[in-house]
């Protein structure tokens, strides 16, 4: 299994709120990416990251921010926390994108907006 | 852009049987194609991969199967066994866009 792990696995809070999630891994896998699962879609990504301190945006990135210091540490940061953004977060990580290498995901942590 | 979904959102298959689950994908540019397994409480874990210059590929009990003439892709399962329960979704690249994943068929095993 890729080295990825998640926390916390489990956060209940409540709206308004910040939060800070994070990923941390041990591959030295330049990509790391955030997504957001929920019923009825499929995986959306929220930002994504292609080096230090190198971020995008991704398809669903309002209310969400990243940051990334270091290579295996990449953090998603809920500045006021809203009902709708209670999802399910998984993190991934990649080698290549050009390459077409396969993402590798964490287990997700399970996030709760009261 | 690309848009992927799966012909079936559940399937169930005798213990032992062979399973086949479908997607379908819409960008007949897109060449890289992911099957995933998620099971209960757990991340996507990766199955097995196909790049577009190829129409089959196969793992260990799985075979991946890509026609691009009707942009479609499937994972089929040789001898099902309980561990395979699980949720299974495909993901598609295009370009220089992001992965595009599929919103899963979930497979479950009678025994």
């Known amino acids: 299994d890729a080295g990825i792990t998640q926390s916390p696995r489990h956060k209940v809070t409540e709206t308004g709120t910040p939060v800070t999630l994070r990923c941390h891994q041990t591959?030295?896998?330049?990509?790391m990416y955030w997504y957001r699962q929920d019923p009825g879609h499929g995986l959306r990504l929220i930002h994504y990251?292609?080096?230090?301190?190198?971020?995008d945006k991704g398809e669903v990135s309002d209310g969400y921010s990243v940051s990334r210091s270091k290579t295996e540490d990449f953090l998603l940061t809920l500045e006021s926390a809203t009902s709708s953004q209670t999802s399910v977060y998984f993190c991934?990580?990649?080698?290549?994108?050009?390459?077409?290498?396969?993402?590798?995901f964490g287990d997700g942590t399970r996030l709760s907006i009261l | 852009g690309e848009s992927v979904g799966l012909h079936l959102p559940t399937l169930s298959v005798q213990e032992g049987d062979n399973s086949i689950i479908n997607c379908a994908y819409s960008n007949s540019a897109s060449d890289y194609f992911i099957w995933y397994k998620q099971e209960s409480g757990k991340g996507p874990q990766f199955i097995i991969d196909?790049?577009?210059?190829?129409d089959k590929r196969q793992g260990q009990r799985v075979t991946v199967l890509l026609n691009k003439t009707v942009k479609h892709l499937s994972l089929q399962i040789a001898a099902t066994q309980p561990g395979d329960s699980a949720v299974y979704f495909c993901a598609v690249h295009f370009g220089n866009e992001k992965l595009t994943f599929g919103t899963g068929t979930r497979l479950t095993i009678i025994p």
């Open positions: 196909i790049r577009s210059n190829m």
């Open positions: 991934a990580i990649s080698e290549s994108q050009q390459g077409r290498q396969p993402q590798h």
């Open positions: 591959e030295n896998h330049r990509y």
């Open positions: 990251s292609y080096g230090v301190k190198d971020t």
